[in-house]
T-cell receptor, first 115, second 115 residues
Framework: AQSVTQLGSHVSVSEGALVLLRCNYS??????LFWYVQYPNQGLQLLLK??????LVKGINGFEAEFKKSETSFHLTKPSAHMSDAAEYFC?????????????FGKGTRLHILP | DGGITQSPKYLFRKEGQNVTLSCEQN?????MYWYRQDPGQGLRLIYY???????QKGDIAEGYSVSREKKESFPLTVTSAQKNPTAFYLC??????????????FGAGSRLTVL
């Protein structure tokens, strides 16, 4: 069964600094990987996804993530943090060969932006 | 605009009462899902349905029930058997692809508080 581990339930960065949110996954088959963002009292929005092909994927709001099979990682980065990036971020995985296709979420990382 | 509508946004319930959360989508998606979100726990899957009149239990189905009589609607009933029902409930939907990742579209959520 697949699983997701997000390192750090809270991350604080200064405005303008690099954002790095860590995600490691476990899957017995090639995975599909996702990052979602949640603003307070709202649902989740898709930031980006990896399915096949290029391992560096770009998403909305300047975020990107790199799939590293050897490290079973899919870390999320943004070169320069903005105050509007403050939110909770969820990494998720589903198994590409499983048409039942349940999506498993990590426990989330809350990103704080310091002025 | 297409999307998912969850109602009510806030709901208070006395212990021992059943309550039904509504989820309606106009995206023409085949699959619908219910997740429960608790602080620091991420999203946990309660039930999902990939086709009308069929649904499957997720990881934490005990104390919950669902129905899928129409493609557009997937209501969740929180029964008195659910021991700790206070949580944020998220409904999501997706198309069902023969290949490629199923991306979830989320509603804005319903916050249930048991008094």
């Amino acid at each position: 069964a697949q699983s997701v581990t997000q390192l750090g339930s809270h991350v604080s960065v200064s405005e303008g600094a690099l954002v790095l949110l860590r995600c490691n996954y476990s899957s017995s088959v090639p995975p599909y990987l996702f990052w979602y963002v949640q603003y307070p009292n709202q649902g989740l929005q898709l930031l980006l996804k990896y399915t096949t092909g290029a391992t560096l994927v770009k998403g909305i709001n300047g975020f990107e993530a790199e799939f590293k099979k050897s490290e079973t990682s899919f870390h999320l980065t943004k070169p320069s943090a903005h105050m509007s990036d403050a939110a909770e971020y969820f990494c998720a995985v589903s198994e590409s060969e499983n048409r039942d296709d349940k999506i498993i979420f990590g426990k989330g990382t809350r990103l704080h932006i310091l002025p | 605009d297409g999307g998912i509508t969850q109602s009510p946004k806030y709901l208070f319930r006395k212990e021992g009462q059943n309550v039904t959360l509504s989820c309606e989508q106009n995206l023409n998606h085949d699959a619908m899902y219910w997740y429960r979100q608790d602080p620091g726990q991420g999203l946990r899957l309660i039930y999902y349905s990939q086709i009308v009149n069929d649904f499957q239990k997720g990881d934490i189905a005990e104390g919950y029930s669902v129905s899928r009589e129409k493609k557009e609607s997937f209501p969740l009933t929180v029964t008195s058997a659910q021991k700790n029902p206070t949580a944020f409930y998220l409904c999501a939907s997706s198309i069902v692809r023969s290949s490629g990742a199923n991306v979830l579209t989320f509603g804005a959520g319903s916050r249930l508080t048991v008094l």
